[in-house]
């Protein structure tokens, strides 16, 4: 995710940092060539002119763009979503560890200096190893080794080949619970208010793999993708005869628009990955981590995520 205060004056045209315009800057260029040879050739190919006037372009490009913006809109919408998934399992987080130390009873406080013999400890380890495991799996890569620490060791081993890292977590979590219950560390309503905290983080979880398994159709997106490729190619034609030498640059802030607006879209509508407007995830785990380690009064809390060339992943 770009952090930065907006531009303003030259620098809002210069900036390239978080951008479309690289992504599309090839495209762009073609269609900036084929203009100015059009407006050139005037319009004619060879021996023939080709007639087009801007009225089929007007007719076109309204729909056109009514169709980006609702493509974007419902991009928007899984990016937004997505943060909305992410911002429910820091507080769910929190919360947990809250419950753990305030509601399953023990001879002392939950100090992570006690190590993971101690349940309450382990399941809060274990919370922040959900966040990190999550994570991973959203951006289809390999466990993080850091997370080995947080685990016990047959736990760690057993997770690694686990295809649902996360949900290994969590059956994990139940199973402490059980046993916190068939001890009597825990009464059992307030063993309810506990589990009622896991399966939040777990529908969250889910939630987020249904917008990560779940593209917006392709059959739509490449419908768009192609219309406004061939009106923004086909557009000199139409536009030589009326406007003449202004042609290639009224073509150039067209394409731009257009061609922008299709890459925005597949650029947010998967909000878990690495692109520089994605959800900055690693700042997010990084954030739990940090809470629930200071809820433990734990020495190695990590450093605070900070923006690397304005971008927070």
Not at 50 to 61: D, Q, V
Not at 94 to 102: A, K, N, V, Y
Not at 178 to 194: F, P, T
Not at 196 to 202: D, E, N
Request: include cysteine.
């Amino acid at each position: 995710m770009i952090i930065r205060d907006r531009p303003t004056g030259l620098r809002l045209f210069l900036l390239l940092r978080g951008s479309v315009l690289p992504r599309i800057l090839p495209s762009l260029i073609v269609n900036i060539v084929i203009a100015t040879l059009v407006t050139i050739s005037h319009g004619d190919l060879f021996e023939l002119k080709i007639t087009l006037t801007t009225i089929p372009f007007s007719l076109i490009g309204l729909p056109i763009a009514i169709f980006l913006g609702f493509r974007n809109n419902a991009a928007y919408d899984r990016f937004w979503e997505g943060r909305k998934l992410w911002g429910e399992l820091v507080h769910r987080s929190r919360s947990f560890s809250r419950q753990c130390q305030s509601l399953i009873a023990a001879p002392g406080p939950a100090l992570a200096r006690n190590g993971l013999g101690d349940t309450r400890v382990r399941m809060i380890f274990r919370a922040i190893a959900f966040s990190h495991a999550l994570r991973d799996l959203l951006r289809q890569r390999d466990g993080d080794l850091a997370l080995q620490a947080l685990l016990q060791p047959d736990e760690w081993q057993t997770m690694r080949g686990a295809s649902n890292k996360p949900d290994y977590l969590m059956m994990q979590m139940g199973r402490d619970l059980r046993l916190c219950l068939q001890r009597g560390e825990i009464d059992a309503c307030l063993a309810s208010a506990l589990d009622s905290t896991l399966s939040a983080m777990t529908a969250a979880a889910a939630s987020c793999e249904r917008i990560r398994n779940t593209p917006i159709p392709f059959s739509y997106t490449l419908l768009l993708h192609r219309t406004a490729y061939i009106y923004c190619f086909l557009l000199p034609f139409g536009l030589v005869d009326s406007i003449g030498f202004m042609t290639p640059f009224v073509v150039a802030i067209v394409a731009y628009t257009f061609f922008g607006l299709d890459a925005l879209g597949d650029e947010i509508e998967e909000p878990f990955g690495l692109a520089a407007n994605d959800l900055p995830l690693d700042a997010i785990c990084n954030a739990i981590e940090i809470n629930l380690r200071e809820s433990l009064q734990d020495d190695a809390i990590p450093a605070v995520h900070a923006p690397i060339n304005f971008c927070l992943t």
